[in-house]
């Protein structure tokens, strides 16, 4: 991929002004709230508030799980919706994990992406759990060995998508808001979404904020919805998630000590291959001005050492270089390795390409069972 423009700062090698691998920075806490402190200001999240009201639409047991499917309101926009998940008849307070579903061009499907709730599948969810999740919403299976399991609609997904209704006639394409469950009109939703995405960066630039920052800032709120809750007990609490849901943990996980174990899978580089090979093949939910100047993407995640981590790549994985992907997994090695953590840190490469399959699962429930049990 050609690039016609100075990237000298950004293809350097040597670590960035707040990266902890920096000699400079011996004093972890000192590091991390530095460069805590900097991201923020680099993501410039709006103000969400603090937890929100949830109202419980419904409640009900399905396939051995209790089911609940919430919303709550943000200061803007319609409801965020969610589904929580735990094993039926449990009692007392259960580790929590906050499930984050990916992005995969799809912005019709959210929380539906990982978790079912009932026999009737819609069609092209069926084909997304077997394209990357081995056959199995995995959400639904973390949940049967023990856990509180809440997964919410990301900003500008499912619930929190952009109805066509509310944007102006001349880029709506000749689209409309009806039959909103037929495959045809929701493929042709999420192309237009695909397009769309441009216009929501550059809004969201003129708001102040970034898109990533807006995600982020949402994602806290189900934390606090997750936590809050009187049966999961808040010092057992991690997150993760596929793509999409892997950049989520990567912001989430490093900005808020609420994680106590986070998995990000598929979507772990650097951002030397997002601007020299990859940066076509991503949404705008990952791009944050300046901050490649001050932490390399992997370094985000690594805010949280000496907290426990997990990243889980593909080899074959079309979305990222390999050598890049290696290079990440060095970073983060180097910085839990610093901070004398190096056995709460650890990375797997696996065959094949971008998904969150069967086996990729049971290292990462293995993961959480070792660090929130």
């Not at 590091?31 to 680099?42: P, S, V």
């Amino acid at each position: 991929m050609a690039v016609y423009m100075p990237t000298d700062p950004l293809v350097d090698n040597g670590p960035a002004t707040f990266s902890f691998r920096r000699d400079e920075w011996s004093d972890i806490d000192t590091w991390r709230q530095a460069a805590r402190q900097q991201l923020l200001a680099r993501l410039a999240p709006p103000d969400t508030g603090n937890t929100p009201v949830v109202t419980v639409q419904e409640q009900f047991v399905y396939d051995d799980l209790h089911v609940e499917h919430l919303s709550w309101q943000q200061p803007y926009g319609p409801p965020t919706e969610a589904i929580f998940l735990k094993p039926a008849g449990a009692t007392g307070k259960l580790p929590g994990v906050l499930a984050l579903h990916d992005h995969a061009g799809k912005k019709y499907f959210g929380k539906r992406k990982l978790a079912q709730t009932s026999d009737n599948w819609h069609p092209m969810m069926l084909d997304h759990f077997d394209e990357y999740y081995g056959g199995v919403p995995w959400a639904n299976q973390l949940a049967k060995q023990g856990y509180a399991v809440l997964v919410p609609d990301a900003y500008a997904f499912a619930s929190r998508r952009v109805k066509l209704a509310d944007v102006p006639e001349e880029i709506r394409a000749g689209l409309t808001d009806e039959h909103p469950e037929a495959p045809e009109q929701i493929e042709a939703y999420n192309r237009w979404a695909a397009g769309h995405e441009t216009i929501m960066a550059r809004s969201l630039f003129c708001a102040g904020t970034t898109w990533p920052g807006v995600t982020v800032a949402e994602d806290q709120r189900a934390l606090d919805v997750l936590c809050s809750r009187s049966d999961v007990d808040d010092s057992r609490v991690g997150c993760g998630g596929l793509s999409g849901g892997g950049l989520r943990t990567v912001f989430l996980g490093g900005i808020d000590p609420r994680v106590q174990c986070a998995v990000c899978a598929g979507m772990m580089t650097t951002w030397q291959d997002f601007l020299l090979y990859k940066s076509h093949t991503h949404t705008w939910m990952i791009y944050v001005p300046l901050l490649p100047q001050e932490m390399d993407y992997p370094e985000i995640l690594g805010l949280r050492v000496p907290l426990p981590t997990m990243v889980l790549n593909n080899s074959d994985d079309s979305l990222f270089t390999l050598p890049e992907m290696e290079r990440a997994n060095t970073m983060l090695h180097q910085i839990y390795a610093k901070a004398g953590a190096e056995d709460q840190y650890q990375c797997h490469f696996y065959p094949g390409p971008h998904k969150f399959d069967l086996q990729m699962q049971a290292t990462a429930f293995d993961w959480f069972e070792r660090w929130l049990k």
